[in-house]
């Protein structure tokens, strides 16, 4: 796919990002961070927005800048984010696969149209431009707590977990997919 050519799925259209959508962004994960709060949930992301978070701003200008980010959009207006990288977050402790691997940094989705497919559509993207980059390898990492709600949802987009982590408490679990 190339940037003319525009993925559409579920009446989403996936484009690639760029520094003017990271305020969009911030928005989705202030927005999540909310959600999951309202929810009971303070561990995933804590309690304070994304965007207060110390570095939390400047990690998704990074993401938008230095990664590979595509952007979901339903009617011109950004609903969800993905961001692609060629290996895991070097503050994680997760060590890089020993082949070439696509790696997701980042998925969020706009929390107001929640259920209706926007992280499914963006993970297949994934998919896409990770076998269309010759790459047989597609990973992430997610929170592991609470109900493993997060790593059911990797599951039923086709990821198989692998190991599981803890960072500072926080329980993680990496999956992965293969795509080649």
């Known amino acids: 796919m190339n940037e003319t050519t525009p993925d559409i799925r579920n009446g989403v259209r996936i484009r690639p990002g760029g520094p003017a959508d990271a305020p969009a962004v911030l928005d989705m994960l202030d927005a999540a961070v909310a959600w999951m709060n309202a929810r009971g949930n303070t561990e995933q992301w804590g309690t304070t927005p994304y965007s207060r978070k110390p570095g939390g701003v400047a990690r998704v200008e990074r993401y938008m800048t230095e990664n590979t980010p595509y952007v979901a959009e339903a009617d011109g207006t950004p609903v969800g984010a993905l961001v692609l990288d060629t290996g895991p ?75 599981r982590f803890a960072h500072g408490g926080w329980p993680g679990q990496v999956l992965v997919r293969r795509v080649g």
């Open 89 to 163: 977050s070097p503050q994680m402790p997760i060590a890089p696969a020993e082949e070439p691997e696509r790696y997701v940094r980042l998925l969020v989705s706009d929390r107001r149209h929640a259920g209706s497919g926007i992280g499914a559509a963006l993970l297949a993207h994934a998919v896409e431009e990770t076998r269309g980059a010759g790459v047989g390898l597609l990973r992430v990492d997610c929170w592991a707590g609470g109900g493993g709600e997060l790593v059911a949802f990797y599951e039923r987009n086709g990821f198989t977990p692998a190991e």
